[in-house]
């Protein structure tokens, strides 16, 4: 693309007058913000096509303004500059409209959660459980449900973070031959293990020793869940710390070990705390193994080693399988403190992997 | 505090790969002493053997014996973190710890071992900075990351972190072939100084330099594409460059080689 702002440009006449030899080097191109009218033409034109044919669905006339924006800008670029440069322009075009495809969603998302959601998210709804609320009732929170989501998957990670770390150091710094390939092999079948499976695991232990559904059982699952994403995630930023800073440790006479724990692992936190986050977020969404392992509750129990809880997901499903307009309200608002907590914690890992970098400054 | 290096009859393998065959030679204490020869010939390999970084590379193996001062570095009750704090090196690229500050990245050797005593830590730092020709350029941002320093600087630091845990042997693999020929000039001078308390060791592909800052020479070849590299000759840096007793190593220096 040029830089010119102005319409259609002549070439430029080199000094010397008329009928002087033209520059090689220029040639006319299209204005910087040209992209933009295409798009606004293809946009008219899809609008006065649908509306003269009688189509009344969005996508349709979304999907005829994309096409016609591709068209155009191949077209007008091949007129105006040359074939090279039309494809050039044309690819741009293609990412750009594969990133707006992408974006829809995620925006109607955000967008729908968040204005339906604000609606009963206050003081109130994060402060109270559902105890003695009629599903009808326009009253009652979330507080009981936030609870057993902060502590089950805070029992989880506690658990699997420590486990996924080591398995990863294990995997890069010391594991060769049949053992490592056999964990490696393991760890990947774990990844696509289904919540409800893991759930159940969980659920034929609790049968076999009589043990009562709690928050601790439905954090077990998930840290089934959590172990595998940690230590792949762990892994891949380990194999990416450069094998001279691990010689150049040894080669100053630190052992093994603490070359790991003060050269490798500082290194990498900020990859680590990343991945470590992403493995929350993923879990904390998990639904079946609360419904099987932890029972789900109106009643704030803050102790996740007896008794049923509940949990942020569940009770989203619960809210919304009462079916009434309130219920229906209250499942928003939860779904809207399940993605902020998610949010939340992005935004934490980021800081630290900000915080912890391998720092480049002079 | 320098020591001597005895080497007899040293192979190293990488798997089943011989990549240096049968080298015997001596290394004399307060002098530097450089390896030259073709690329692949097994300098930076033999090099390794004597601190046992070899061992560090997957699958890498060494026979024969390495001794400093009649002990040998492959006795099999001889712990490699200890002949490493005994033998330091110094890499190709320079490799700052990008996690630490300057001052951190030169005490990181007395720090990780644990063998240190916290009043000592500041003078042993600067000694060393001060050693290594860095003091006066990075005295003022001591806690400032040691990647911000430029390519020579790094390399002078690593330099300074390697004579921080006082060595008695400097391996110095290829110091110079990333930096610019006034960083060269710093690091071929600093080596100069250091031949007074250290036993140093330097591969080098640049073959004034190696007339330059050597005391004696050492010339590896390989016999044959595939072949094990070996040693052809060590001798006074002088005769090597001027009188060789080896054709192949005339052949080398004078650019006829192959």
């Known amino acids: ?362 | 505090m320098a020591k001597r290096i005895d080497i007899s009859g040293l192979t190293a393998y990488y798997g089943s790969h011989k990549a240096i065959e049968d080298i015997s030679m001596t290394v004399e204490p307060r002098s530097v002493t450089a390896f030259i020869g073709p690329s692949g010939c097994g300098k930076s390999t033999f090099l390794r053997t004597l601190n046992r970084m070899h061992e560090v590379t997957p699958g890498g193996r060494v026979e024969g014996k390495v001794l400093l001062d009649d002990e040998n570095l492959y006795a099999s009750n001889v712990d490699p973190v200890t002949v490493r704090r005994t033998v330091g090196m110094v890499f190709q690229r320079p490799n700052p710890f990008p996690t630490m500050s300057i001052f951190d990245n030169v005490a990181a050797g007395l720090r990780l071992n644990g063998s240190y005593r916290k009043s000592e830590l500041n003078d042993v730092v600067e000694k060393s900075l001060r050693g290594a020709n860095l003091w006066n350029e990075v005295k003022d941002r001591l806690n400032k990351p040691g990647s911000g320093l430029s390519g020579g600087q790094q390399q002078r630091l690593c330099i300074a972190r390697a004579i921080a845990v006082e060595p008695q042997v400097l391996l110095m693999d290829e110091p110079c072939s990333a930096l610019d020929p006034i960083s060269t000039l710093a690091i071929e001078d600093l080596i100069g100084e250091l031949k007074e308390r250290f036993t140093i060791v330097i591969v080098t592909h640049n073959m004034q330099q190696a007339a330059r800052v050597s005391d004696r020479t050492a010339f590896f070849n390989l016999a044959a594409v595939g072949k094990p590299g070996r040693l052809i000759e060590i001798d006074e840096t002088e005769r090597i460059f001027s009188n060789p007793s080896v054709q192949a190593t005339e052949d080398y220096i004078s650019g006829r080689f192959g």
């Open chain 1, 1 to 362: 693309m040029s830089h010119a702002s102005t319409a259609v440009q002549e070439r430029p006449t080199p000094p010397g007058g008329h009928g002087a030899p033209k520059s090689a080097l220029t040639s006319r191109s299209l204005p910087r913000l040209a992209p933009v009218g295409f798009a606004a033409v293809a946009i008219a034109l899809s609008v006065g096509i649908s509306t003269a044919a009688g189509w009344h669905s969005k996508v349709q006339w979304g999907m005829i303004a994309a096409l016609l924006f591709l068209a155009i800008s191949y077209v007008a670029t091949t007129v105006v500059e040359n074939k090279r440069q039309a494809k050039d322009r044309l690819a741009t075009s293609v990412v750009w409209v594969c990133f707006l495809i992408a974006i829809i969603p995620l925006v109607s998302l955000l967008w729908t959660t968040i204005s339906r959601g604000a609606e009963r998210l206050d003081g109130y709804f994060l402060t109270h459980s559902m105890a003695g609320v009629l599903g009808s009732e326009a009253s009652g929170g979330v507080y009981h449900a936030l609870i057993g989501t902060l502590e089950q998957v805070g029992i989880a990670t506690v658990i699997s973070a420590p486990l996924g770390l080591l398995t990863a150091v294990y995997l890069v710094e010391y594991g060769k031959g049949s053992l490592a390939k056999a964990v490696t092999f393991f760890v990947d079948v774990m990844t696509g293990i289904p919540s409800i499976v893991a759930g159940l695991f969980i659920l034929s232990i609790m049968l076999i020793f009589e043990i009562q559904p709690s928050g601790l059982m439905g954090a077990l699952a998930l840290t089934i869940l959590m172990i595998p994403v940690v230590v792949r995630s762990t892994e891949e930023m380990l194999k990416l710390v450069p094998n001279e800073l691990r010689e150049a440790s040894l080669a100053l006479g630190i052992p093994k070990w603490r070359t790991i724990l003060k050269v490798v692992l500082p290194t990498a936190i900020g990859g680590i705390t990343t991945g470590v986050m992403l493995a929350i977020a993923r879990i904390a969404g998990e639904t079946a193994p609360i419904i099987l392992l932890v029972f789900g509750s109106q009643l704030i129990n803050t102790n996740p080693f007896s008794g049923a809880q509940s949990s942020l997901p569940f009770y989203i499903y619960e809210q919304y399988k009462v079916g009434e307009a309130a219920s229906y309200d209250r499942a928003w608002a939860a779904a809207l403190v399940l993605i902020a907590f998610v949010m939340i914690l992005n935004l934490v890992a980021r800081g630290i992997a900000r915080w912890k970098a391998p720092k480049t400054g002079r």
